[in-house]
């Protein structure tokens, strides 16, 4: 009899086993990027809480990830009202740090920055810049670039974050990745003069990085306030525009997956009507 459960366990795990490692699901999701709020600015805040409106009027929403220059300057104020507008998303939100959302001698350090994220969520589910979740068989990592200590406008990805993307990309080399950071790897049409002061430092290891592993889908960033999407080896690089510049716009995401394919990606520049 004891034979027989054990056999029956067996059997069940097995199954639980093939269904986990089933294809993927559809997946919709929305990108948000260099919102640039600021208290002092009321204009700024009737973007972002009217993207949350929209956004919130879409159908199947999965989630949204703020892609950085969530906040025009890195001051706790700032930050508390972008998180009261954005916890009105009926989703959960992930966010990723630009630029502008940190420096450590001004009191809003990256520790303290996810501290009051989850000040208003306590489900928030990080704690440091660098993480990941899943989702419909999906793996998404945020990836930080951004610098505490001296800010500027140069993405710096450390040797610690490139190891830790290593590790996660081994670990999950059998699944669909999609990488969130505000830094491109993969600079966008028509940027070239900004590449003096917006370029990322060192870009060069992180795209030998991700040229070794092949489980990559996507790579979605911001920073550079343009609309941009092309492919290279394989990778998706999609870059957004500003939320509050204009057209004021967010993107929507659409993964299709189909049996025997790879999965599809398909992406929407959404604008909305700025309301009182």
Request: glycine share 4%; proline share 4%; hydrophobic share 40%.
């Amino acid at each position: 009899m004891k034979k027989f459960i054990l056999f029956i366990i067996c059997v069940l795990s097995f199954f639980i086993f093939v269904n986990s490692a089933a294809m993927a699901e559809n997946i919709r999701f929305v990108q948000i990027s260099d919102s640039h709020l600021t208290v002092g600015s009321e204009y700024s805040k009737k973007v972002l809480k009217s993207a949350v409106d929209d956004i919130n009027k879409q159908d199947d929403i999965s989630f949204v990830v703020f892609t950085g220059d969530n906040i025009n300057n890195p001051k706790e104020e700032n930050l508390r009202t972008f998180v009261s507008i954005a916890s009105k998303l009926h989703v959960p939100y992930y966010v990723a740090l630009g630029n502008h959302d940190v420096y450590k001698s001004n009191g809003l350090s990256k520790i303290r920055y996810y501290e009051i994220l989850r000040e208003r969520n306590i489900l928030y589910p990080q704690r440091k810049p660098n993480y990941k979740f899943k989702k419909n068989g999906f793996v998404f990592l945020i990836v930080d670039g951004a610098k505490e200590v001296i800010p500027g406008a140069v993405g710096y990805y450390r040797e610690d974050t490139l190891a830790w993307l290593e590790k996660e990309l081994t670990k999950y080399a059998k699944n669909d990745v999609i990488i969130f950071q505000h830094f491109p790897i993969e600079y966008p049409e028509g940027v070239e003069t900004r590449l003096r002061t917006h370029k990322t430092y060192k870009v060069e290891e992180y795209q030998t990085l991700l040229s070794k592993h092949h489980n990559v889908l996507a790579v979605i960033s911001g920073h550079f306030h343009v609309n941009s999407e092309n492919m290279k080896d394989g990778v998706y690089h999609i870059s957004s525009p500003s939320l509050i510049g204009l057209p004021n716009s967010y993107k929507i995401i659409d993964i299709v997956t189909t049996k025997e394919f790879s999965p599809i990606i398909y992406t929407q520049l959404r604008e909305f009507e700025v309301k009182d």
